[in-house]
């Protein structure tokens, strides 16, 4: 192994990997490795300028007696960057140190260590290189060594009902409703990004943690240290990005349903809200709006005058946020051309198809810069100069007709490699022209990439069933959301997929829905609504009539008591304006999501830790919602401090479990006081 200092950097060459390890911000190291001749300039997911990019480098020398004599060679080498020091000893072996106490160690069982010799037959070694076959990509495994009794946080939204990830194997891969934004933090006082946007797999095993990239041509991961979850987080968005300023006329009611159909649909839903007292802040306008899929405007037969619809709404002060998908059908104006000069998506094998909804169609190729600029200008003419707001990227995965990944093909390479980037890069279509307006916007997108925070992208969790199960992974999928460093996250209030609206099962699961949302970074109703027996507005196989629609959605739709219910946490959520408009705030000074889990607010606490049906809104409420049909009571932790329950304002002292009351009417919240 050899070893250099480049200026303030560690390398070391063995074998034909060269290893890079330079200081990367606050308490931070940059760990990159590469069997090609040099690294590539990506920085993929460390977007922002590093506070501190020079390390203190120091080699240690030993001695060797040859036939000839005596020569001196470095035996290890260590580079450190505040409190975060990394080690490689002779064979390349990259141990991790938090203030001289090892964090993590890279699993190794072959000949050559010095790390458990009794295994060491076994030939595994910590960095796996195997070439593909025609290609200068790699697969990667990288391996490293267990931490027994470790919690593990963060990794993005898998809809599953455990929040600890300790113990879980998680693809690496975007679907709907899964969105892989690869930052973990750790119990044990670390945090590390996996800085590479290939396709793979995490195992956080009790035997050993393994990442695998399936094509790659350099290992990229950075790593942090800090006393507290807050100030891990805080020094992770700081290299990665962290999310701008958030609308402050946004903070309120969102209103959607599938789909309103015409541009009378969404005035008569409006001025029904303004009849009844209730500010809606943006109103939502649903896929099949256009003609085809890849027109990207709007069916003139049903919307005949956008700009004076939009016009209306400005005036009753509700923003107007579109539908935007990134498919282009054949029969799509735009097919052809982008086709032609290489803007979408490219198939390795068979038909020229990537997404088969109700269309025969190829998605665009985002990471074409020429790509983001054909379609920014023709949503700008068919959208924005209409006074459009804000766009709802929907399919952001994008949403592939199967998810074989090996069968497609992007402007910056094969999909394996850099898939998991797509959705930042659908953002930007947007994002990167309308920053320039100089004033606040967020759009809408269901799938996000470590750093898509900064880039104006309220998530969601896409489209989840309507079940209390559902909604107990909803929490789960937030918090570790927040965690992976994306504040801006919400749901569907109900879940997405209904098949009776006058359900008093499924009422109930809106009701519950409704108020845990009104705790959380965005309030907005929306859902697929069954059951399907509106009529189709006409006979056409395209345009925006034909498709279905789902049943009304506003919050008056599900009877009297309900609506009563609705409209009383609605003045809740506006009562806490100037409170959540602070939370906001904060995400964009230290990265700090608006929901959180307990253990981010109460670090010294053992058992918070171990809670995942209850969270902290912003660091002043504890909510803890009903995930079960007829539950009307549930016991509540409360750490160390008073609370008073919002119901009644009874204070009870913390360090302890209580049983409280929870109505139809009320999911228990409580106040720090």
């Known amino acids: 192994m050899q070893f250099f200092d480049d200026n303030g950097a560690l390398v070391a060459k063995n074998n034909g990997e060269t290893l890079r390890i330079e200081a990367w911000g ?14 590539t300039d990506h920085t993929w997911a460390l977007s922002e300028t590093p506070s501190v990019t020079k390390g203190d480098v120091k080699l240690y020398q030993a001695e060797q007696r040859t036939g000839d004599g005596v020569f001196s060679y470095a035996s290890e080498a260590s580079i450190q960057n505040g409190r975060v020091k990394i080690v490689v000893n002779m064979v390349g072996i990259i141990s991790i140190y938090r203030d001289d106490e090892l964090m993590l160690r890279e699993y190794y069982r072959s000949y050559g260590g010095t790390i458990s010799k009794e295994s060491r037959c076994l030939k595994i070694v910590n960095r796996e290189w195997k070439g593909i076959i025609g290609g200068d990509d790699f697969s990667l495994n990288l391996k490293f060594e267990a931490n027994k009794g470790e919690k593990i946080f963060g990794m993005g939204q898998y809809q599953q009902d455990v929040m600890d990830l300790k113990g879980c194997v998680l693809e690496l891969a975007q679907r709907n409703s899964q969105i892989s934004v690869p930052f973990m933090l750790s119990s044990k006082g670390y945090g590390l990004l996996w800085n590479n946007p290939a396709v793979g797999r995490v195992t956080f095993g009790n035997n050993y943690t393994e990442w695998i990239a399936r094509s790659t041509k350099e290992m990229d991961y950075w790593v942090t240290a800090a006393d507290t979850p807050k100030q891990i987080v805080e020094n992770y968005t700081a290299v990665s990005g962290r999310a701008p300023e958030f609308p402050e006329e946004l903070m309120g009611l969102w209103q959607c349903k599938l789909r309103y159909r015409t541009q009378d649909e ?52 509700i923003k107007v946020i579109v539908s935007v998908w990134p498919s282009v059908d054949r029969k799509s104006e735009n097919f052809y051309p982008m086709a032609e000069r290489g803007l979408l998506i490219r198939t390795e094998r068979g038909a020229m198809q990537t997404y088969d909804y109700q269309g025969d169609c190829v998605e665009i190729d985002t990471f074409n810069p020429e790509t983001r600029k054909y379609v920014w200008e023709i949503c700008k003419k068919n959208y924005k100069d209409f006074g459009i707001d804000a766009f709802w990227l929907d399919n952001s995965e994008p949403d592939y007709g199967v998810y074989d990944f090996e069968n497609y093909r992007y402007y910056e390479g094969p999909a394996l490699a850099v898939s998991n980037m797509y959705p930042q890069m659908y953002s930007r279509v947007f994002y990167d022209e309308m920053v320039k307006e100089g004033k606040p916007f967020a759009n809408l997108l269901r799938c996000a990439w470590a750093g898509s925070q900064k880039y104006a992208n309220v998530v969601w969790s896409g489209d989840v069933p309507s079940t209390f199960e559902a909604f107990y992974d909803q929490l789960q999928c937030g918090l570790n959301m927040g965690i992976a460093g994306i504040p801006w996250w919400t749901t569907d209030i109900g879940g997405f997929m209904t098949d009776d609206v006058k359900d008093p099962d499924f009422r109930q699961l809106l009701i519950r829905w409704y108020q845990f949302a009104v705790y959380s970074a965005v309030l907005r109703m929306h859902g697929d609504r069954g059951p399907y027996d509106i009529p189709p507005l006409d006979n056409r196989d395209w345009g925006g009539g034909y498709l279905h629609t789902g049943q009304p959605n506003e919050l008056w739709s599900y009877g009297e008591d309900n609506y009563r219910i609705m409209r009383h946490y609605y003045d809740i959520r506006i009562s806490m304006h100037d409170y959540i408009k602070s939370l906001y705030k904060e995400a964009s000074e230290n990265g700090s999501p608006l929901i ?10 053992e058992k918070c830790w171990e809670l995942q049906d209850q969270y902290m809104f912003g660091d002043k409420y504890l909510v803890a919602p009903i995930f079960k049909l007829n539950q009307f009571e549930r016991e509540v932790y409360l750490p160390a401090g008073k609370w008073a329950l919002t119901s009644d304002g009874k204070v009870y002292e913390g360090g302890q479990t209580v049983k409280v009351a929870a109505p139809i009417e009320y999911s228990p919240v409580f106040e720090r006081v």
Do not use: C, N
């Open 26 to 39: 606050k308490d931070g190291l940059r760990v990159r490795a590469t069997m090609l001749p040099k690294f």
């Open 266 to 317: 969404v005035l008569e839903v409006a001025r029904a809200y303004q009849k009844e007292g209730i500010k809606i802040d943006q109103i939502v306008i649903d896929f099949f709006h256009w003609t085809v899929q890849g027109d990207w405007k709007f069916d003139t037969k049903y919307w005949p005058d956008p700009k004076a619809m939009v016009d209306e709404l400005h005036s009753m002060g």
């Open 596 to 605: 959180r889990p307990m253990f981010y607010e109460f670090p010294d606490d």
